[in-house]
């Protein structure tokens, strides 16, 4: 069974710097692809970024392109997500999850978890 567990959120001002962690406990390697949602009160969830395991294909949303950056650590089962240049709209909980597809569509994503608080102040 697929455990993810994130960690790394906090209350930021707005241009400062967050990294968020998910590490992977009994790894199915068909499930290829993580990826980060977030989702804001009164919003629905939306796709952030997403990494390959094999070979570190990336996507990102547009709204975080040249902000954020995904990176995995293969041998530690942990992706991780630099946020720069916060912005108080990227205030979320901040969520990662598990695929076999590298997509944007949060329904692709089988596995999540619990979440995490990232709050940015102006």
């Known amino acids: 069974q697929v455990q993810l567990v994130e960690s790394g959120g906090g209350l930021v001002q707005a241009g400062g710097s967050l990294r968020l962690s998910c590490a992977a406990s009994g790894r199915d390697r068909r499930l290829d692809v993580m990826g980060w949602f977030r989702q804001a009160p009164g919003k629905e969830r939306e796709f952030v970024a997403a990494i390959r395991w094999s070979g570190g294909t990336t996507a990102y949303a547009d709204s975080v392109k040249g902000r954020f950056t995904i990176s995995r650590d293969n041998a530690r089962n942990t992706v991780y997500l630099q946020m720069n240049s916060l912005k108080p709209e990227d205030t979320a909980v901040y969520y990662c999850?598990?695929?076999?597809?590298?997509?944007?569509?949060?329904?692709?994503?089988?596995?999540w978890g619990q979440g995490t608080q990232v709050s940015v102040s102006s």
């Open positions: 999850a598990a695929s076999p597809i590298l997509g944007r569509v949060a329904a692709l994503y089988g596995y």
